[in-house]
Every structure is written in structure tokens, then in C-alpha cells.
């Protein structure tokens, strides 16, 4: 069973930045899929950026240019640079894994999940 626990999170000015980080407790090699979600008050939880098994990144058009996703499999450490934060990213913002070969992306195709982070623009 994977545990994640996710830090980072705080609040900011518009334009400003944060780096999320979600640490794992197994290892989080190719054979994992693994992104960042947020959810705001009201509305459902979202697909933010993703790193497939492969290596390869997906992002929602919202964040892109914005936001950037890197995996550091020896840390067992997924990160989100945010940079040109904007109110409407306000959110929690959950970390998930899923063990799968190939692309993941809905909140639905992930098994892992951690307690979420705050991240607040003003």
C-alpha cells in the first residue's frame, strides 16, 4: 500500500510561486503513473499534471507554461513548480499514484491518494 504525503502549500500573491512536493513511502519508478489534482470548494477534483510511466507529462490547458511536473524516483519524490500563480488555482491540491504501464489521467484511474495541500492566491 503506497502512502503519500504531500507539502508545500501556502498562500501566495497572484504572480507569485510554490513547489509542491509528495513524498512516497515505496518506490515510484517507471512503473508508476503519478499526478496532481486540485479541488475548490464546490467543484470536483481535477487532473492538474501528470507524469505518465514513460516519462512523459500531460497538463490541463489551465496550467500550461505555468506549472511543471518532475518525478525524482530516488527520493520517491513527485514535485509541481507553480510560477504565475492566479486566483483561480486557490485549492487543495492532492497527490496520486497508480501502478500502470502507460498514460494516466482521470482522478478515477488512480489508486493512491495523499491528504492534500492548501494553496491559496490572493
Known amino acids: 500500500h503506497v502512502q503519500l504525503v504531500e507539502s508545500g502549500g501556502g498562500s501566495v500573491q497572484a504572480g507569485g510561486s510554490l513547489r509542491l512536493a509528495c513524498t512516497s513511502s515505496?518506490?515510484?519508478?517507471?512503473?508508476?503513473?503519478m499526478g496532481w489534482f486540485r479541488q475548490a470548494p464546490g467543484k470536483k477534483r481535477e487532473a492538474v499534471a501528470a507524469v505518465n510511466s514513460d516519462g512523459t507529462t500531460d497538463y490541463d490547458d489551465s496550467v500550461k507554461g505555468r506549472f511543471t511536473i518532475t518525478k525524482d524516483n530516488a527520493a520517491k519524490t513527485l514535485y509541481l513548480q507553480m510560477n504565475g500563480l492566479k486566483p483561480e488555482d486557490t485549492a487543495m491540491y492532492y497527490c496520486a499514484a497508480r501502478r500502470y504501464l502507460g498514460r494516466s489521467w482521470y482522478p478515477s484511474d488512480f489508486a493512491y491518494w495523499g491528504q492534500g495541500t492548501q494553496v491559496t492566491v490572493s
Open positions: 515505496d518506490d515510484i519508478d517507471d512503473g508508476y503513473c
